[in-house]
């Protein structure tokens, strides 16, 4: 274990990160209304709030900023990114842009259509709240052994519930269904990763019906790496034959860079299909930038065009796999229940069954962001009742969600074990005295109930 878990890299530079106290972070906690995203990052310790856009580049990816080519048009520094996409995805067709929201944004432009459904496996908010905007009907499919949090072992619990698409199918008809988008790994239920077999039958599901399959890739490499791992007839293939084959059952694939490619910024929608790449230029062109830099300068295409290499390096991902795997562990032997199998990107731990006696209406999860911020200066992230809570339309009561988690995100090459260990240790003594924590008051909420999580304010009960 020792092995898989050690850096296969160096550490060059070192950035210094501030130490609080226990009375420091109990200000700061009050000074945020008790919300994770309105603290200062210069006031945590251990960042787990997203594994997005934080990742440490290496001397590689540096060097190559150098050359960068910040031409507006036809820049070389495009060319370098646009290949390096084709020899991971397959796909002749590559559109940059800022950052994978704005990819989404032109796929749901295209894709999504005003009072049709959009099936998922589970959709990232971002499309989600693009779908919503535009009137489409987003649905989230996923396989009932990814919604329980009990269910101990699937190995692929990010797969798409194939029964329950052709029963809407059958139901509404395939007019009904403009677009299937398949998240790789499944974010919203631990990192879960989609066998190739279920990509490849979802593919054939839709195809037949001529529904158009997108990949949602932020997290691709992550993805192949468990296949690898767990699926029949993988073990000997290169994660690049596994991201192609991934590919090569999507028409279009929309990526958030800010992940697996190993960058603080970027994204790009990747297609098989001239007419979709051409619209995508005309959009970027008015949203984004000009088709050739998306949004993006030539050196970040640069330090992109590196990252998603090193990202599918064989030595690196079993790496970050085993350090969630590490965590995991970790805290799975001081009792703490997360979601199990361990996902790519982080732990998710279970916060109806950490705190049984605070009810979802006095968010859980969230207190338990709390309580680990305050006891070591570790950031983590609820998503649960107040990121996914629902009010009923009619009635305006609220719909809890079934998972109710708080995610521990792991940034790429940033932290090592020792940090992970301060994680362990805080949450075994919070779960040790977790009869003494009472919940939370929701006092302040922005108009739009699924972006609450971003700006909510808490009281402590
Ligand atoms: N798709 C998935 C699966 C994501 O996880 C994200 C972002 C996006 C799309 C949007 O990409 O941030 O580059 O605009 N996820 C981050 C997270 C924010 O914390 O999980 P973006």
Redesign the pocket.
Known sequence: MKYMTAEPFRIKVVEHIKKTTKAERQKNLEEAGYNAFRLKADDVYVDC?????TSAMSANQWSAMMLGDESYAGCRSFYKFEESVQDIFGMPYVQPTH????A?YIMTQMYAKKGKYAIGNMH?D??RGNAEMLGALPLDYAIDEGLDANDEYHPFKGNVDLKKMQSLIDEHGAEQVSVVII?VTC?NNGGQPVSMQNIREVSELAGKYNIPVIL?S??ISENAYFIKLREPGYADKSIKEITREMCSYCETA?M????DGLVNIG?FLATRRKDIYETANQMAIVHEGFITYGGLAGRDMEALAVGLQEGCEEHYLEYRINQAQYLGAGLKERGVPIIEPIGGHGVYVDGKRFFPHIPQGEFPSQRLVVALYEAAGVRA?ELGACAFGRKDPDTGEPIWPDLECMRI?ISRRVYTNNHLDVIIAALGDIYEDRDSYRGLKLVYEGPITSLRHFTAGFELL
């Open positions: 709030i997203t594994d997005s856009g950052q994978g929201r704005a989404d990232f971002t499309f998240t974010n949602d932020a997290r929309t958030s860079a800010k992940k994204g992230v995100s």
